[in-house]
């Protein structure tokens, strides 16, 4: 049974009780992200699910929908685009109950799944277990651009360990993404949950560290916050390097935004 199945139901149904009230009309609204309005938010969360959700149901049918996905992309040069025209203009309200109908039922198809059970995605495949704690990832991430343009402080939970987790575990792959080599040492890593607990990683060093809240950990790795808009201590110049273009999230490389810039 995956765990990590119902901390993404639960993580969506956080945004889902954000986004509640809004009218059509609030989709339209611009977000600090790339320029994208929560219609193109929501449309992204909505159609990755689906994808992510064929992996484990239709394999072939995963590979057609994400080929034309990508045939339209190529055609419009934007991946806003392509996931509008995948979705036939889904948007506002109609958007959001179609999110919510289908990540709730997904969500029990995944906490059935053998956690091992290895599926085909964009990049290398991944387990079951790796591919529902990137759905939470990016609904977690992505919420955050509501978060701020509603002016909302979210209320955390212990299920980010997941998030935290995935970006301790894209430590080398954030450097080899950028054709770095990658440093050593990997850093000690100390934070603190929302409940409070002490969450650690690697061995303690004489040089590298990075401490702080869970919270404002994820969101520099999931690349939502610059780490000199958060309280994160780091100290090293392996973990002063990783914590400045720490990316969990497959794809190019990015920078995370510049400093100011999403600091709500």
């Avoid at 193109?40 to 484990?56: G, K």
């Avoid at 799944?113 to 759905?135: F, T």
């Avoid at 040089?207 to 950990?217: H, K, M, P, R, Y």
């Avoid at 392996?238 to 990316?247: E, I, N």
Wanted: with cysteine; net charge negative; aromatic share 10%.
């Amino acid at each position: 049974m995956l765990k990590e199945a119902y901390d993404f139901r639960d993580e969506s149904e956080a945004l889902y009780s954000l986004i509640e009230p809004l009218g059509d009309a609030d989709y339209d609204r611009v977000t600090l992200f790339r320029d994208w309005t929560v219609n193109d938010v929501m449309q992204h969360l909505h159609f990755f699910n689906y994808v992510a959700d064929l992996t484990l149901t239709d394999e072939e049918e995963f590979k057609r929908v994400y080929g034309e996905l990508k045939v339209i992309q190529e055609k419009t040069g934007s991946l806003v685009a392509a996931t509008d025209e995948m979705l036939n203009g889904l948007k506002g309200i109609a958007l959001r109950d179609a999110w919510r109908k289908y990540y709730l039922e997904m969500s029990d198809r995944f906490y059935a799944a053998d956690p091992k059970q290895r599926l085909l995605w964009v990049g290398p495949s991944m387990s079951a277990r790796s591919s529902i704690s990137a759905r939470l990832m990016e609904t977690w991430s992505h919420a955050q651009e509501i978060y701020d343009l509603l002016g909302v402080e979210r209320e955390n939970r212990d299920l980010i360990k997941s998030i935290a987790v995935m970006g301790m575990n894209t430590f080398g792959w954030t450097f080899i993404n950028r054709k770095e080599e990658v440093p050593k040492p990997v850093p000690h890593v100390r934070l603190t949950a929302p409940s409070g607990e002490i969450w650690e990683w690697n061995p303690e060093t004489d040089t590298d560290l990075v401490e702080g809240n869970a919270a404002e950990f994820c969101q520099v790795v999931t690349q939502t916050r610059n780490i000199v808009d958060t309280d994160i201590q780091v100290s090293g110049d392996v973990a002063t390097r990783w914590m400045s273009v720490a990316q969990c999230f497959a794809g190019p490389p990015r920078n995370p935004p510049a400093p100011g810039t999403r600091h709500a």
